[in-house]
């Protein structure tokens, strides 16, 4: 498809830890001038590791909400890190679980409006146990838990489970009302 907006120019405003703030200067095919402000993002993976008739998920303390958020192995990619790679060693640090098997399901963009994320799903399957390297405080005060797969839709409904990158990836597993397996599929 092609862009229907020229960029003209983009001015980095600040930045952080993980993302820069931009604003891009564009024009449309009609000649108007727009002007929209971004964050970058250097991207991310999520997990859908299946074990047991169950799906690992982690209850953490997300201080940007101020709460605590049940969700999937999830985290950034390294610079210069393929999302395969991230994608395993999320779930050994997070989990605990080394995949023997990891499919690509998809990937979703988080916020499309302000952010240029893009997180990659993928499904684990094969899982064996390794010693969990947890990265940071937050994932060292995370609980893990192996969630029934016909728990899950009971849990989005009634809004304990609310993290959106969460929620599209176990739609994109089928996990919430479809039909996922372990060992199912194309492995990578």
């Known amino acids: 498809m092609i862009d229907p907006f020229n960029r003209l120019g983009t001015v980095r405003l600040g930045g952080g830890v993980l993302n820069r703030f931009e604003r891009d200067h564009l024009r449309t095919a009609d000649g108007t001038p727009l002007v929209r402000d971004r964050l970058t993002h250097p991207g991310a993976v999520v997990v859908v590791a299946v074990e047991a008739g169950g799906i690992w998920l982690l209850r953490q303390w997300r201080p940007a909400v101020g709460e605590w958020v049940w969700e999937l192995p999830a985290g950034l990619l390294a610079p210069g890190e393929e999302p395969l790679a ?70 989005l409904a009634t809004g304990e489970i609310r993290n959106a990158i969460t929620i ?21």
């Open 168 to 188: 599209s990836a176990l739609a994109l597993a089928g996990a919430l009302g479809g039909d996922i397996t372990e060992g199912d599929g194309t492995d990578q």
């Open 86 to 155: 991230a994608a395993a060693r999320e779930c050994e640090e997070e989990i605990g679980r080394a995949p023997g098997s990891l499919r690509v399901l998809g990937s979703v963009v988080t916020s499309p409006g302000i952010l240029d994320e893009r997180c990659h799903v993928f499904e684990a399957t094969d899982l064996s146990e390794v010693p969990a390297r947890p990265d940071g405080p937050e994932e060292a005060l995370a609980e893990r838990h192996l969630v029934s797969i016909p728990d899950l839709p009971s849990r």
